[in-house]
């Protein structure tokens, strides 16, 4: 009887184990991270009776969890990708944004203030002719301004989301090490707390999507938690924390450190692969800067190309004078590391300066100066990679070195910005209508006994080494030239009455010949063909207000390829490009970063969800396979209420008999 009772008894506790498994699991089939729990059944050892050996029953072993640490793995290691991914890609459209087409374009807007230069060549005297230029260029100007501005807004956004994700992530590794600490506590009793693994899972699965993580068990049952190639984040029920820095450089731009017993580490960006956080900083150390680089190469070189056309040319002033700066051009900016050696006075002890020299050659990159050994200094590129030996004087890609008040010390370095602040900085500082100089420094006229059909079309100082004191000069045409009859030879007497032989064709400008040894710093452009004994005078220009001449050579602006010059090995210079072809080059390196962002993200975002399928699929909570489980065990559950309804009755009849 006792046997019969013990085997119901038995059999229910089993039953309603299992029961209560099902219902947890039900409950829990929407829960994030749930893994699906069973409860182990096992035969209970037999009693052994002179008839035999008699069975009691069954034996609640344990519960377990439906979990398999591969796709767990897997699913947390996509994740991590999809939201480094998905974050970069929110970023880069941002940035887009800075970039806009049609007539919100920066490329229209130098366009428009160019145009504007043709009115006033068309009235070189007219004040709201020189106003309306005024305007656009000060509209070009606030373009760059506002660009610039919204850059450094979207760096300061890095800077505050890198925060606020450091908080979220250190939060995490406390509570991976206090559940850590929990666990441990338990292993003595020879059950797996399931609902602890669970949380840890979930919790490192939410670490992931801040910073990629790398996990190792313990023999306590413990995880230990490593981030950046092997760093310790958590280790037993100790947690390590993440801080924010200043970058080295540059104190607006964050770096990622660890700390560790009061020591802060910074991390290796290049080591943190996966997480928002490692999008974060990629996105500010790379899109960020070259936006900010190809914004900066733009204004620097419209700047100072239109500021150098100004000061070639007279304005209105009485007496006339050199044209002023129209628009303010930032000087490089060279930031020194912070562990460069400082004097008592906490300034340090050496410096880089960089000036620029040749606007047109300066590229869209930052660069890195450092000395390796005593007197050698290696010049890094950092758009390209490309390295090179420099010293105290030397011009790099537009730029002059200066090394002062010190040259550095070995070990030292510095990051030179040629351009970075010079879009944020932009701004028109002429506000005089008549600082135009509209005039050119000579003006031309042919001579009334000339037979040919030849006429003048522009005349205007192209460089600085136009020297006024070499006017008044004059041109003789001579014969046709014999090498090319439809050439033809002249003589170019200037002032001192020295005199240089050169050779007119048609479409080619006289004056500014340096392969043919005349190189004087301004341009005479014509219209017809000269006959033999025609002559053009060439003056000082004494009424400026009729003289449109400057203004002209402003009109010639829009199709120099004059952005990102470059000096070949062999010192030649590679032509760079117009105004509109760098926009557009600058807008499709960042709408290919935004498509590329785009599709990895959709590509990421796919397996991270096919990968938590796969892993859901296996620890998951299938609610129709619940369902038949739940009939199951409420049949035995009934059935071994049946037992002990039976033995009950027997017992009862037992006793009834005995009492008579």
Known sequence: MSGLLTLGARAMFANQAALQTIGQNIANANTVGYSRQSVVLTTSPGQYTGAGFFGRGV???????????FLTKEAAASKSAAMADSTRADQLSRLEKLFPTGTDGL???????????MDVSSRPSDPSARQVALGRANELAQRFANAGQQLSDLQSGVVSDLTANVGIVNQLAQQIASINDQIAKTRGTGHTANDLLDQRDRAISQLGEYVAVTTLPADDDTVGVFIGGGQ???????????EISPDSYDPQRAVLALNEGGKSRPLDENVLTGGSMSALLRFQNKDLQDAKNLLGQLAASIGTRVNDQNALGLDLSNPPGKGAPMFNVASPRTLPAATNQRNPDGTYASGVKATIVNASQLQASSYKLTSSAPGVYEMTRLSDGLVRT???GDTIDGFQLSFTPAAPAQGESFLIEPVGTAAVEMRRVLDDPNGIAAASPLTASTSVDNTGTLTIDSVYAVSAGFDPAKAPMSIEFGDPDPANPNNVQYTLTLADGSQLSGVWSAGQPIGNQPAAGIDLGFELRTNGVPRKGDKIALDPTTYTSTNNGNAKAFLNIQTQAFVGQRQLPDGSIAPGSTISDAYAAAMSDVGARVQSANYLSNVSTTVASNAESSRAGQAGVNLDEEASRLMQYQQSYQAAAKVLQTAQTLFDELMRIAAR
């Open 390 to 392: 420099v010293n105290d």
């Open 107 to 117: 490329g229209y807007a130098a366009s428009q203030f160019l145009n504007s230069m």
């Open 232 to 242: 310790r984040l958590v280790l037993g029920n100790q947690a390590s924390t993440l």
């Open 59 to 69: 034996d609640v072993q344990t519960v377990t969890r439906s979990h398999n640490e």
